[in-house]
Structure formats: structure tokens, C-alpha cells
Nanobody, 118 residues
């Protein structure tokens, strides 16, 4: 069984920074794409950033220039460095990974809360 476990969320003031981490654990699996999505209260889940196995990245327009996604393929971990945080970044952030155990499937973490408020 593969699991994604996020960490690093919390409360931060506007203009502050946070770093999210998400580690995939289990046995005998391969990971293709990884990424982060977020869901604010009353809104649909939206893409924040994705990264391929060869480190090609894609960002939502709302976070370009402020968020940086990276991954460590040895540690099976994806990171999201967030700077210049705004109140509208407040949401539950979910880790995502496209993983093969017996076949390719989408896996999700349980989410970590990020709150940007003074």
C-alpha cells in the first residue's frame, strides 16, 4: 500500500513563507508526476503546481513567481516552497502523485492546512 503524507502547513502572516513536503511511502512502486492542489472553503480543488519525473514544472498563474515545486526522486518526496503568501492562498493543500504499483493510479495525501492571516 502506497501512502502520501504531507507536512509543513500552518499559520503565517501575509508576505510570509512556508515549505510543504510530501513523502510517498510503501514498497515496490514507481512515481511519474507529482504535484500540489489546493481547496479553499466553498471552492473547487484547483491545481497549484506539478512536476514530472525529469523535473519539468507547471504552475497555476496565481502562484507563478511565488511558489516553487521540486522533488527528490531518491526520497520519493515533493516539496512546495511558498513565498510572498497572500490571504487568498489560504486553503487545504493536497499532495498528488501518479504511481505504479500493479498499474498507474492517482494517489492523494490527506491534506495540510495553510492559513495566511494577520
Amino acid at each position: 500500500q502506497v501512502q502520501l503524507v504531507e507536512s509543513g502547513g500552518g499559520l503565517v502572516q501575509p508576505g510570509g513563507s512556508l515549505r510543504l513536503s510530501c513523502a510517498a511511502s510503501g514498497s515496490a512502486f514507481s512515481i511519474r508526476a507529482m504535484g500540489w492542489y489546493r481547496q479553499a472553503p466553498g471552492k473547487q480543488r484547483e491545481l497549484v503546481a506539478t512536476i514530472t519525473i525529469d523535473h519539468s514544472t507547471n504552475y497555476a498563474d496565481s502562484v507563478k513567481g511565488r511558489f516553487t515545486i521540486s522533488r527528490d526522486n531518491v526520497k520519493n518526496t515533493v516539496y512546495l516552497q511558498m513565498i510572498s503568501l497572500k490571504p487568498e492562498d489560504t486553503a487545504v493543500y493536497y499532495c498528488y502523485a501518479r504511481i505504479m504499483v500493479s498499474y498507474w493510479s492517482d494517489y492523494w495525501g490527506r491534506g495540510t492546512q495553510v492559513t495566511v492571516s494577520s
